[in-house]
Every structure is written in C-alpha cells, then in structure tokens.
C-alpha cells in the first residue's frame, strides 16, 4: 500500500475542529507561533520607522531637485505605511498582538530614523534603510521557509516591493549625485 500523500479527510475535519478559537492557527501549522509574531512585531516596527522616516523627508526635501524626490519620498512612504498594515494583520492572524507603541519603536525597527540635511544625504538614508530591509527581509523569508508558507510569500511580496524602493532611489542618486553613478 502507497503512504497517502495526504492526511485523510477525517483527521483533517476532526482536526479543524479542535481549538477554533485559534482560528488560522491550526494544529497543522508548523511554525513556532510565539516566534513568528516576534519577528513579524519587528518588522512593524521597521516598517513604522520607514513611513516616519520617509515622511519627514518628504516634508523637508527642499530645491530645484526636489520635486521628483520628494514625490519618490511620498510614494514609499505610502507603500511603507500599507506593508505595516499587512503585517499587522497577519500578526492579528496568527493570534497576537502587533506592537505600535511608540516607546521602544526604534529599537525595535531594524532600520534607524536618521534625518539627514540634504537632498542627496536623505536619498543615501533610504537606500540604506532599503538594504537593511532586503537583508533582515530576505533572511526572514528563509526562516520562514515551508514551516509558515503564508507568512513567507506576504515578506517575500515586501521584500520585492523594498528592491524596487532600493533601485529607484539608486537611481535618483544617481541622477542627482554623477560621483555615485
Ligand atoms: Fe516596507
Ligand atoms: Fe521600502
């Protein structure tokens, strides 16, 4: 007899049925919940930096360039502000509690809140708090792995979203900074 490949839908009904009020969370979820939420509560917190980080950038970014970046600024700050959002819902999900205490905030964020002078200071800002962003992003993705698929495909999505940010503001660097080129 072949082993199914399946668990039989018995097990699966009696299964689902045990603990409902867990909601997602079933006994086939394979990850280490409490966990998962930690990292997922520091990613909020990144993510709440970034939307303030941008945010002030937008307000201060001043001369004859800055009508393109400050609109760059705007525009991620948005997208920023909607990945914090999706990860507070799957946290609401997984049957925690996301943190949006700003005490602790920075911290907790894997990027920092840094203000910078300059057009060109604020962009270099950015790209560095992008590629943090890539890098605790794509390494969360891995830990995630087939123990939490769900969790996995929404940080790879913002992970896709933060190599977009990264290479626009490159760009802009670029165009505005030649040595950078
Ligand atoms: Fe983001
Ligand atoms: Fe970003």
Request: proline share 3%; charged share 30%.
């Amino acid at each position: 007899m072949d082993k199914p490949f399946l668990t039989d839908i018995k097990t699966l009904r009696k299964r689902a049925r045990q603990h409902i009020e867990r909601g997602a969370v079933t006994p086939g979820y394979r990850a280490d919940a409490k966990k998962v939420i930690e990292i997922l509560n520091e990613a909020l917190a990144t993510e709440i930096v970034c939307v303030l980080r941008y945010k002030r950038h937008y307000f201060m970014a001043q001369g004859i360039h800055s009508q393109a970046v400050a609109a760059e600024f705007l525009e991620h700050a948005n997208e920023e502000q909607g990945h914090a959002d999706q990860i507070a819902a799957r946290i609401i999900q997984l049957q925690g509690t996301p943190n949006m205490n700003p005490e602790g905030l920075t911290s907790r964020s894997h990027s920092e809140y840094k203000e910078a002078g300059t057009l060109v200071d604020m962009i270099k800002e950015n790209l560095i708090a992008e590629r943090i962003a890539i890098e605790s992003y794509s390494e969360m993705a891995r830990y995630f792995g087939e123990k939490d698929p769900t969790t996995r495909r929404m940080i790879e999505g913002i992970l896709a979203m933060e190599e977009e940010h990264a290479e626009d503001l490159a760009s802009l660097l670029a165009t505005l900074d030649p040595s950078k080129g």
